[in-house]
């Protein structure tokens, strides 16, 4: 099994990199559009986490920038009905961290905003996996004296009816300023950084 691939890239469009070592062998990688927004023109020098997945029908190579993202990569894979394809479109709408956090919160608004992924499906692939990725959702900042506070703010503004993304990046931006006093404050400049 291929680890880890170093080299130059060749090429690279929306799905996938070239990669080409210094032995001059030459793979296609397939990799997450977080991660490609990440990686160097063709010519720079690139390291990635690699998983080899073989199916019935094909044989790929998915990078990751880091382990951290191929282990949530592998979990995924474990989740009835998510495939490599559903994985990697998952992990190209969100970065690892909200990927994760979404999960361990059962967040299936925030799962749905994903191509493919329904209701029925959301509600699913949450209760399979956030057990699994508990371990990889990183915590966010205290508020309140309380781990969780951020989460707390993020899921309140999501029950308003923000998506999980708009939510997270909201509180996110208030957080970089100062951390509040409250969980309510954070909501109240959260709602009014959107």
Excluded: W
Aim: charged content about 20%; proline content about 3%.
């Amino acid at each position: 099994m291929i680890s880890r691939l170093q080299g130059k890239i060749l090429s690279r469009d929306a799905a996938c990199v070239e990669v080409e070592t210094s032995g001059g062998v030459v793979y296609e990688v397939e990799v997450p559009i977080t991660v490609l927004q990440g990686l160097p023109s063709p010519g720079g020098s690139v390291e990635l986490r690699t998983l080899q997945v073989v199916t019935e029908n094909s044989i790929a190579l998915y990078g990751f920038s880091n382990a951290h993202e191929r282990l949530l990569f592998q979990r995924l894979l474990t989740a009835t009905g998510v495939g490599a394809k559903l994985a990697l479109a998952m992990m190209s709408t969100y970065s690892a961290e909200r990927l994760a956090r979404a999960l361990v919160e059962k967040d299936s608004t925030a799962l749905q905003q994903v191509s493919g992924i329904g209701k029925k499906k959301a509600e699913k692939i949450a209760l399979d996996l956030a057990d699994k990725v508990a371990d990889l959702a990183i915590v966010t900042p205290v508020v309140d004296g309380v781990t969780g506070g951020a989460q707390d703010a993020v899921q309140a503004l999501v029950n308003l009816g923000y998506s999980f993304s708009v939510a997270d990046t909201a509180v996110r931006a208030v957080l970089e300023d100062e951390v509040p006093d409250s969980t309510e404050e954070l909501v109240r400049r959260a709602l009014s950084a959107t």
